[in-house]
């Protein structure tokens, strides 16, 4: 049995699982490391060699950054924050060590197959959505029971139904949409197949009809990118930051505009009425910036952030936070400048070790390092307007994949 394609098979059951069998992300993750720990004792038992991490590569796959925010939620604790709150929290982030734990061979097309399998599964339930969920029981009961008591919905908004596959809101199946999108126009470049080009279009098609402006500027964000390195020998980790990073601020400033705008040309509080997701994103980050950064700014809270913030599972902590949606703003509230260092480490070095690596590799490796540039950055730019750090059906996939090449140049 090859682990690593059988972890990503398992992660994107579970994701099943929650939505079919309504089974709880938390039992369905306990079931996933269980799964995890049984195969890790079996590979021992079996004595297979597992790759020796280092400090570097530990950092170069993230792990350094994800082990201090995992602690970071941890320090909830200390803050008062609820028992429960907090333990469900730290164990949904656990899966995302799984990578750790890979042996030496790493079946990159496979885990690829498996993927874009799960990805035309959500494309075929976002269609289904589109034409026939309110005469389908069981999405009609769904998009039902998506409303709160106060009117209102993540996944019907405006009376328009926002494609969700099989994830509880748009921008999880848009990103999986957006993943087969990268995958597949890889395959049309290599070789071209009319049912390759159809299915582009249909994933593309399919992502309009998610209704979320983080869709699609990530859609936007990850062709530009492809165009960009498809066919280059020589791949500039310096110039990809720099464009990725002018790409995020450019959204950033867009909001804020768009905000401005909204606001009948005036940035007071007051101007702003809340009724719309670009408004209350602006509040929340300017009353970020002002009470939890300026105000504390000589405060271990600069440094070390304030644990968990975000509302979950139906956990309210003392102190929380609404609408942060931006993963930068949800990496200093949780872990301060600390995690916000470590995160950008992580990233500059992953896309340094994949550039390196580029130009010494065949033309199938070429095609999978191309992918994982795109996919990794492709996550930063979707934070840009959503807080969601630790995606773990989305990162996981990538962060398996990445060990290979960041464990091949330590050998």
Request: charged share 10%.
């Amino acid at each position: 049995m090859n682990i690593a394609p059988t972890i990503v098979f398992l992660i994107f059951f579970t994701q099943i699982l929650i939505f079919f069998v309504d089974i709880s992300q938390t039992i369905s993750k306990l079931l996933f490391t269980i799964f995890i720990i049984m195969i890790f004792v079996i590979y021992s038992f079996q004595k297979k060699k597992f790759r020796s991490w280092s400090f570097r590569t530990l950092n170069q796959n993230g792990a350094i950054f994800f082990i201090y925010y995992f602690f970071m939620i941890l320090c909830g604790f200390s803050y008062g924050y609820n028992f429960e709150y907090v333990i469900v929290a730290t164990f949904l982030v656990v899966p995302i060590f799984t990578f750790l734990i890979i042996p030496k061979n790493i079946n990159v097309n496979m885990i690829l197959k498996i993927v874009l399998y799960f990805a035309y599964i959500t494309l075929f339930l976002s269609f289904l959505e589109l034409f026939a969920w309110d005469k389908i029981s069981f999405l009609h009961n769904y998009v039902i029971d998506s409303f709160g008591v106060d009117g209102t919905s993540r996944i019907y908004v405006d009376e328009r139904l926002r494609l969700f596959g099989y994830f509880s809101n748009a921008v999880n199946n848009g990103l999986l949409l957006i993943t087969g999108v990268v995958i597949l126009i890889e395959h049309l470049f290599l070789k071209f197949r009319w049912i390759t080009l159809i299915s582009i279009i249909l994933f593309i098609v399919a992502i309009y009809f998610t209704y979320t402006r983080n869709n699609y500027l990530s859609l936007f964000f990850a062709l530009l990118l492809w165009f960009y390195i498809f066919n280059k020998q020589v791949i500039s980790s310096k110039k990809l930051i720099m464009f990725s990073v002018v790409f995020y601020f450019s959204i950033i400033a867009m909001a804020f505009y768009l905000a401005f705008i909204e606001g009948n040309g005036s940035f007071d509080m007051i101007a702003f009425s809340g009724e719309s997701s670009i408004q209350s994103r602006v509040i929340s980050w300017v009353m970020i910036f002002y009470n939890y950064f300026l105000v504390d700014v000589f405060s271990l809270h600069t440094l070390f952030g304030y644990g968990l913030v975000q509302l979950s599972n139906g956990f309210e902590p003392e102190k929380t936070f609404w609408a942060i949606d931006n993963n930068l703003a949800m990496i200093y509230l949780t872990s301060g400048i600390i995690g916000v260092i470590l995160f950008f480490s992580w990233l500059i070095s992953a896309i340094n070790v994949l550039s390196f690596s580029y130009l010494n590799m065949d033309m199938e490796n070429r095609s999978h390092i191309r992918i994982i540039i795109i996919l990794l950055l492709t996550y930063f730019i979707n934070g840009a307007m959503n807080a969601s750090v630790i995606n773990i059906l989305y990162l996981l996939p990538i962060l398996i994949m990445l060990s290979k090449y960041t464990r091949k140049l330590s050998d």
